[in-house]
Structure formats: structure tokens, C-alpha cells
């Protein structure tokens, strides 16, 4: 008698829990994702620190463009006394929907490139807290570069895709926000692997002192 009155309050609070958390989910879908206001990455500034754009935009082809499902992005190259780097920022303002960053783990070694000596790199920003990145060296035939990447969107810089997920799930609930970006800067590497390391993390630093207007905390 005990045990089925026991069982009979399990099923019941079991589903009460089950009725309320469909009553949040739902409310939640209804809610849908928060505004957030924030200026196009077109007007990215043309200069950061001594780093000034060269050339026009990059603009990707239809093709790339529904692989990458950004919402909006900028792809563009600098130049600082003689030395060249790209920067590309690809946001995304939901992530609900499906469409989420591509890392560059799965993206590059696809399209032939070879990544080694990889590792974690810190990138100090004059107007923020320094946060680590993810740095690589990248090879397709002759070709060789060096990338720096990490994850950024509501107030967070991180390198890891696995923890950049968790946050976005957190934020998804408490925030109603799941919006965010992939910061990649690369650079050829010549005969002095050291500058061109130097060369990305300054640029890196500088591009992340403006990335908050774009890629809203």
C-alpha cells in the first residue's frame, strides 16, 4: 500500500516537472531570440592601430556563401610597414536555426588544406580583458600560413568550439540570445615564423578592440 501510494506521488510529480518544463520550452520558442542592436561589419573600420586595409572587400560566391550561412561577415586584407595579414569575422545572429560557426578544423583540411602545430595563443586587447585563441599552421601544396581564431559573441572570447557551444546554450536561455561570431586573422609565413606570429596577434589585438560594436556583448 506504502509503495503504490510512493509511486502514485512519483508519477505525479514526474508529471508536473514534465508539464512545466513544456511550459517554459514553449514559452521560450515563443519569446523567440532577443534584439541586440549592432553596425553592419561593412563598416568595420579601414584602420586599426598601424594597420590600414588594402583593397577592396572579399566578397564570397554564392556557393561558399550557403556553406558558411553567416549572416553577415567581413573579409578583408591589412597591411602594417609592409607586412600583409586578412581578417575575417563571419556573425551569426541565431544560432537556433541551425546555422552555426564552421570551425576551422572541419573547413580547412576540406578544401586540401594540412593543419599542424597547433596550440593556444593570447590575444591582448587595449580595451578589454586578454583571452586565448587558437593558433595553427596551415599547408595546401606550397602554400603556407598561419592562423589565429577564436569564438566571440555576448560579452565572451573563447577558443574552445566545445565550451563556445555551452555558452551559447546558456546564454540561449538566461539571455534569450544564442547570436555570435568567428574571428579568424591569418598571415603567409616567410622565413621568420616568429614575425609572422607577431604580425597576427597584433593585428588580432587591435581588430578585437572594435569587434563589441560589431558582434555585440
Known amino acids: ?75 578583408r586584407n591589412f597591411e602594417s610597414n609592409g607586412r600583409i595579414a586578412s581578417l575575417y569575422v563571419g556573425y551569426y545572429a541565431t544560432q537556433r536555426n541551425g546555422a552555426t560557426y564552421h570551425s576551422p578544423l572541419n573547413c580547412l583540411p576540406g578544401a586540401g588544406w594540412v593543419m599542424s602545430d597547433g596550440g593556444r595563443i593570447t590575444i591582448t586587447p587595449a580595451a578589454g580583458p586578454a583571452f586565448e585563441a587558437n593558433r595553427y599552421v596551415i599547408q595546401n601544396g606550397n602554400q ?21 557551444k555551452i555558452y551559447t546554450v546558456m546564454d540561449s536561455v538566461r539571455r534569450r540570445r544564442s547570436d555570435g561570431a568567428l574571428v579568424r586573422v591569418m598571415t603567409q609565413l616567410n622565413d621568420s615564423p616568429a614575425q609572422a606570429e607577431k604580425s597576427a596577434v597584433e593585428l588580432a589585438s587591435q581588430a578585437a578592440n572594435e569587434l563589441p560594436m560589431f558582434v555585440p556583448n
Open 1 to 75: 500500500m506504502i509503495k503504490a501510494r510512493e509511486n502514485s506521488i512519483r508519477f505525479w510529480a514526474l508529471l508536473a516537472v514534465l508539464i512545466l518544463s513544456g511550459g517554459i520550452i514553449n514559452a521560450w520558442e515563443r519569446a523567440g531570440e532577443a534584439r541586440v542592436s549592432r553596425k553592419p561589419l561593412k563598416e568595420f573600420p579601414q584602420q586599426v592601430g598601424s594597420w590600414r586595409q588594402q583593397g577592396d572587400d572579399v566578397r564570397f560566391d554564392d556557393e561558399t556563401q550557403s556553406v558558411l550561412r553567416a549572416d553577415d561577415y567581413v573579409s
Open 144 to 164: 603556407r600560413a598561419l592562423i589565429i581564431y577564436w569564438y566571440q559573441g555576448r560579452g565572451k572570447a573563447v577558443a574552445s568550439e566545445y565550451w563556445a
